[in-house]
């Protein structure tokens, strides 16, 4: 389930994902913003939050804009991983003056097959205020703190899970051309890499490939 609270132009919303979601609307519904709020995230963990604000223009151009003036979006996941794992991810960030920001709030907790709750951590403004795990690394207040956490073994699972997470347009003219060497293991947004990726698979899943190529 995702939560988007001043977002772009979603002041607020919950929507909760299946094996095959659509998106359907009108231009402008929001539903291209809906998608780069996850997008975010992996951009935040991949490079860092500040770099991915910057690609999109700054806080102000992501925060949603209302005669109320809201300072800040909020973005919460209610997830489960095929390891058996679930629980919430979620997390808060305030505009500051001159373009500036800061997490004012992160929090993130991981069940293990419905039982009682055992690993969790919460941020507030850098500051690690409360966690299950004694030693844990320094936060910041221009980063999130799952980058740093992924470093311990019960929070690493689900950092690899939204740190890999894929958004694609695919572009037919980039997708015929010949393209350069590449591994294959990441498909490119725009799916120039296709052909290698396609390869790769044929050689370690050989009836996987020919699932593909039959659809």
């Known amino acids: 389930r995702v939560v988007l609270s001043n977002y772009k132009s979603i002041k607020e919303c919950s929507v909760c994902l ?29 490079t860092s939050l500040e770099h991915a604000l910057r690609d999109r223009g700054g806080i102000n151009e992501v ?3 209302s005669s109320g003036h809201p300072t800040h979006f909020g973005i919460r996941l209610d997830w489960h991983l095929p390891n058996g794992t679930e629980g919430l991810y979620a997390f ?17 907790r991981v069940f293990s097959n419905g039982q ?14 409360k966690s299950s795990v004694e030693v844990v690394p320094p936060a910041s207040g221009d980063r999130l703190y799952l980058v740093a956490a992924a470093g311990l073994p019960p929070f690493r699972p689900l950092y690899d899970a939204l740190s890999r997470m894929g958004f694609y347009n695919l572009n ?21 890499n296709l052909a290698s990726v396609l390869g790769l698979i044929e050689r370690q899943s050989p009836d996987l490939h020919g699932r593909i190529v039959s659809f």
């Open 63 to 65: 925060r949603r804009r």
């Open 172 to 192: 037919p003219d980039e997708i015929r051309d010949l393209q350069p060497p590449d591994t294959g293991e990441v498909l490119k947004r725009d799916g120039s």
């Open 18 to 46: 299946g094996p095959l979601t659509f998106l359907v609307g009108q231009n402008g519904s929001g539903k291209s913003n809906f998608l780069d709020s996850l997008r975010l995230i992996t951009d935040g963990l991949n």
């Open 92 to 108: 808060r960030v305030g505009a500051q003056k001159r373009g500036g920001f800061e997490v004012q709030q992160e929090e993130c």
């Open 116 to 129: 009682i709750q055992e690993h969790f951590y919460k941020v507030e403004n850098g500051v690690v205020m």
